[in-house]
């Protein structure tokens, strides 16, 4: 079985600032890693994937997210974040059976 | 259009109640999803159905029966209705196999 662990329940920032969402994973075999955004009252939407291939995945919105199969963490980061992006980050991750197990959520909170 | 859309977007109801939850998606997708989320925003895997093979989450009490007429819908049906049911229902379906996940806008469910 494959569980996820999102370290951060909330995450404040000030505009034009960087951030880093963590995430790390567990899991016997291979994985699928997902990050998705949660807009207040509204589904999820996918901000990046990692199936194959490069271990740096880059996402709408500026996001990008890295693979680190060592430390079986793949953690969010935008450069530079605007209110706009304040919402709630999931990190997922999926394996043998495809169906996805979600972290616990990380509030992001941008200040003016 | 909305490629996964679930009716109804609210739903208000007493204990002890009989309610459905319907789901459609138009997005030609073998795979359909409920998840729950909590007040905490935790999203858990209630069911996954792919190809008329039902996967149950073994945790979900039997008052939640899904039904699929075809590959487009998976409704919810719940019974006897509780107070601990009250969450937000989410409806996915993706391609099968490691993809990304589609979701509906929820329905929020109040059990009184």
């Known amino acids: 079985a494959q569980s996820v662990t999102q370290l951060d329940s909330q995450v404040p920032v000030f505009e034009e600032a960087p951030v880093e969402l963590r995430c790390n994973y567990s899991s016997s075999v291979s994985v699928y890693l997902f990050w998705y955004v949660q807009y207040p009252n509204q589904g999820l939407q996918l901000l990046l994937k990692?199936?194959?291939?490069?271990?740096l995945v880059k996402g709408i919105n500026g996001f990008e997210a890295e693979f680190n199969k060592s430390q079986t963490s793949f953690h969010l980061r935008k450069p530079s974040v605007h209110i706009s992006d304040t919402a709630e980050y999931f990190c997922a991750v999926s394996a043998g059976s495809y169906i996805p197990t979600f972290g616990r959520g990380t509030s992001l909170i941008v200040h003016p | 259009d909305t490629a996964v859309s679930q009716t109804p977007k609210y739903l208000v109801t007493q204990m002890g109640n009989d309610k459905s939850i319907k789901c459609e998606q138009n997005l030609g997708h073998d795979t359909m999803y409920w998840y729950k989320q909590d007040s905490k925003k935790f999203l858990k895997i209630m069911f996954s159905?792919?190809?008329?093979?039902?996967?149950i989450n073994e945790t979900v009490p039997n008052r939640f029966s899904p039904k699929s007429p075809d590959k487009a819908h998976l409704n919810l049906h719940i019974n006897s209705l509780e107070l601990g049911d009250s969450a937000v229902y989410f409806c996915a379906s993706s391609h099968g196999g490691p993809g990304e996940l589609f979701f509906g806008e929820g329905s929020r469910l109040t059990v009184l």
């Open positions: 990692y199936l194959s291939g490069s271990t």
């Open positions: 159905y792919n190809n008329k093979e039902l996967i």
